[in-house]
């Protein structure tokens, strides 16, 4: 089931710039919709939407939560092959794979190169194809936000 | 069971379908190149010019594709083959397969052609139809930057919009770049076919798949050949191993060896001008070259356009061999048939035949040559036409180094004559892939199965061209299987008594390859040491897929193209050579350095279960499962 925009919509936009899967479409100032084809149910919408105008599957009103409340991908990086699929599905273009220290080193890994365009989707940990990304909410701002461990 | 769906697309009447695949045609032919020679058979008429409004060209996928498992982004292209008149398939790594199954299709049919420039979409299942007047004339390059970025794409450069006969087609900078079909996009007005979309693609056994995903990533890393060589060097590589056993050609093939190779070896490369090293999405081995040209990092030349645009060419100018991958690559056209044209076009030169302006030991101007090529400009316009229509304008057809037309591979088969074996039967024509690639197995590898020996050769070839079939079939990358090769080898080297002893060995192994051929049935295990892809495939197909069946499945894709190019008038003959290879030795003082074509051809028919006229006989056909294709 795919997430919905409520009439609670203004058509700021947020969504349908932030959606890792160009899902929402809309004019600015006019309420937006989701592709349902196209969602992937990964929450992004819902987390940035300053009305709260999104529902999940199952109808239910999802809060916004602050960017630090945002879930980030962890990655082991021992571990990582550097096979670029979640190069590939990252379509905000937050994840690299590493430079090599030296000329011809091949110990490289993927990496969070730009963690400020990171939304939070947890595409790349879907797509790992070793399981070795875990979306997790970065521990300080747990606590910024008021939430105890 | 998750059967693939196709959709059918007409370009002249601008309707399209879908066309799912049946249970029977997918547990038969899987998908892939196997899938796409059906069908060719199938919907096509005999005796159609691969230019015409009815020609029909397959852009399908694999059933690894988009799974995860190790490099599995290799998608196919299968068409009319523009140089031989046979079947053309072509393999790319780009990003456009594992969109394409995101998007909701396994593949795409497509015929007629448009009325002006169009872009095929395929968006969430849906197909349209968009016109793409506005990129017409952009380079494979430009035309990608122009598309939004997150679409799959694969597209055409000018090559393919002005019908060079080896013009290729690109996906990011993947090209399909073998048997111009390139060209037939050209013919249909088609300049690019972009996907997108969410849908998950489907793995019948998860949670066991991703359990033995990691084992296999986990091999691939160990082994020397796909953890090591290949992320160090690429297929480069291999520049210096040829050299050193005479089989990297030189001067149009005049030659096995080149004085300066190490100065557009893989070592060199990597050295001076490697930035870094990258891959295929999805592949850990990622053997892909990042180089520098001015401030820009682009794809860096793979082994035969090193060896093509380098000592083929009487010249070792390493970064003009960069420029010329990179101008090849936008304007679309296929590196390793554009190259042997050229080297072809210089010893018409050098006999005084035919003046085209170049020459041995000159690239200086290739790069402008290259941009008349593909738009087809003056003189230029007949090099677009490939080394077989040059040599039967110009004379020169015992060196015009193809077999049915399609240029050979930068290996010299006269040194490694299974490879010669491979080229005259490959199914697309002169390609060292088609082939078999017994090169590897004779010349540039660990191992070297003496290289002059016939003995065992036919069966081999067979083997390895049936498991490189059916790892293609798959949606795999073949240097997913070059883990064949055992690791022990790697660790003994090349040159430790055990490692030569089983070189010279192996030439008494035909028999048992034989007769493991003829075990198919009882190999009913699955092995990461023999074809990991084979488990791969029973984990995400649900088909019983094992070491034979897949075996098997390889050698129904030959079969399949091989019926193909036999309905178009190919013959036994076209599984020849030119006569440089057969007739001349490499060196004088070795008479044996040539390949015998008469010894090695009746062998290999035999293994293969064919008449002596190379058609398939009725009981080979009945025993793979498609008795119905079979003619008397």
């Keep these: 089931m795919a997430y919905f925009i409520t009439d609670a919509c203004t058509g700021c936009t947020v969504c349908a710039k932030l959606c890792p899967v160009c899902a929402v479409s809309g004019e600015r100032g006019q309420r937006h919709v989701i592709n349902e084809k196209r969602c992937v149910e990964c929450g992004v919408c819902a987390n940035a939407c300053s009305q709260e105008g999104i529902t999940d599957g199952e109808g239910r009103v999802l809060r916004k939560k602050s960017r630090a409340q945002w879930p980030k991908p962890v990655i082991k990086k021992e571990e990582c092959s550097a096979c670029q699929m979640c190069v590939h599905i990252c379509t905000a273009g937050a994840i690299s794979i590493s430079l090599p220290d030296t000329r011809g080193s091949l110990n490289v890994f993927a990496e969070i190169r730009e963690p400020k365009k990171c939304v939070g989707c947890g595409l790349c940990a879907d797509a790992c194809p070793l399981g070795i990304i875990t979306m997790e909410v970065p521990a300080a701002d747990v606590t910024k936000g008021g939430v105890s461990s | 069971m998750n059967l ?100 909701g299709y396994e593949g795409l049919i497509i015929t007629g052609k448009a009325e002006k420039p169009c872009r095929i979409d395929v968006t969430d299942g849906e197909i349209a139809l968009l016109d793409a007047t506005g990129l017409w004339g952009l380079d494979a390059e430009k035309t990608q930057e122009e598309l939004p970025a997150h679409l799959g794409k694969l597209v055409i450069g000018p090559g393919g919009e002005n019908l060079v006969s080896y013009a290729g087609l690109a996906s990011g900078e993947r090209m399909a770049g073998r048997c111009g079909i390139g060209a037939v996009f050209g013919s249909k007005n088609i300049k690019a076919v972009t996907a997108y979309g969410t849908r998950r693609i489907p793995v019948e056994k ?348 390889g050698d129904r894709a030959y079969n399949a193209e091989r019926l193909y190019n036999l309905r178009e008038g190919l013959t036994g003959k076209d599984d020849a050579l030119p006569r440089r290879l057969t007739d001349v030795p490499q060196d004088e003082s070795k008479k044996n350095t040539v390949v015998r074509m008469d010894k090695l051809l009746p062998r290999y028919y035999k293994t293969r279960g064919w008449d002596k006229d190379g058609k398939p006989r009725q009981r080979t056909l009945k025993r793979l499962e498609m008795a119905d294709l079979w003619q008397a």
């Design chain 2, 4 to 103: 693939p769906l196709y959709a059918k697309i007409d370009l002249t009447t601008g309707k399209t379908e879908s066309y799912p695949i049946s249970e029977a045609y997918f547990r038969t032919y899987v998908g892939g190149k196997a899938l796409a020679a059906r069908l060719l058979l199938d919907l096509t008429p005999a005796g159609l010019d691969p230019f015409s409004s009815e020609s029909t060209v397959i852009v399908n996928t694999g059933p690894l594709n988009g799974t995860g498992a190790p490099s599995t982004s290799r998608f196919n292209i299968s068409s009319k083959n523009v140089l031989t008149g046979g079947i053309a398939s072509s393999n790319c790594g780009g990003t456009f397969g594992v969109m394409l199954r995101r998007a």
């Design chain 2, 206 to 553: 998860p949670e066991e798949f991703s359990r033995f995903v990691k084992k296999w990533v986990r091999f691939l890393k160990k082994h020397t050949m796909t953890g090591d060589s290949l992320p160090h060097y690429g297929s480069a590589g291999l520049v210096n191993k040829a050299n050193a056993s005479h089989a990297l050609p030189t001067k149009n093939f005049q030659k096995g060896t080149y004085e300066f190779a190490d100065d557009v070896s893989g070592e060199t490369l990597a050295e001076t001008r490697l930035t870094r090293n990258s891959g295929c999405v999805s592949c850990p081995i990622r053997c892909e070259r990042r180089v520098m040209i001015g401030d820009k990092e682009v794809k860096g030349p793979e082994y035969e356009t090193l060896g093509f645009f380098g000592p083929n060419m009487g010249a070792h100018d390493l970064d003009a061999i960069i420029r010329l991958n990179y101008v090849c690559d936008i304007l679309g056209l296929d590196t390793i048939s554009a190259a042997a044209t050229i080297a072809f076009a210089m010893e018409l030169n050098e006999r005084g035949i035919k003046d085209f302006g170049v020459k041995f030991g000159d690239v200086s101007n290739l790069e402008e040559i290259l941009n008349r090529i593909a738009r087809r400009e003056g003189e230029c316009s007949e090099l677009a036409n490939g080394s077989k229509w040059l040599s039967e304008k110009y004379g020169g057809q015992d060196y015009a180094m193809h077999a049915k037309g399609l240029e050979m591979a930068s290996y010299e088969p006269r040194r490694s004559v299974g490879m010669g074996l491979g080229y005259a039967t490959s199914n697309r024509g002169g390609c060292h892939l088609g082939g078999g690639y017994m090169a590897l197995l004779e010349s540039v590898g660990v191992l070297s199965i003496s290289p002059q020996d016939t003995r065992a050769k036919a069966e081999w070839t067979v083997f390895l061209q049936d498991a490189l079939e059916a790892i293609s079939t798959a949606g795999s990358c073949l240097f997913s299987g070059q883990t064949f090769v055992p690791q022990i080898l790697f660790n003994l080297g090349p040159n430790h008594p055990i490692t030569r002893f089983m070189g010279k060995a192996a030439v008494f192994t035909g028999p048992v390859v034989r007769l493991l051929l003829a075990m198919r049935p009882l190999l009913r295990f699955n092995t990461l040491l023999l074809m990991p892809h084979a488990e791969a495939l029973r984990l995400v197909t649900g088909i019983p897929m094992y070491t034979g069946s897949f075996l098997d499945l």
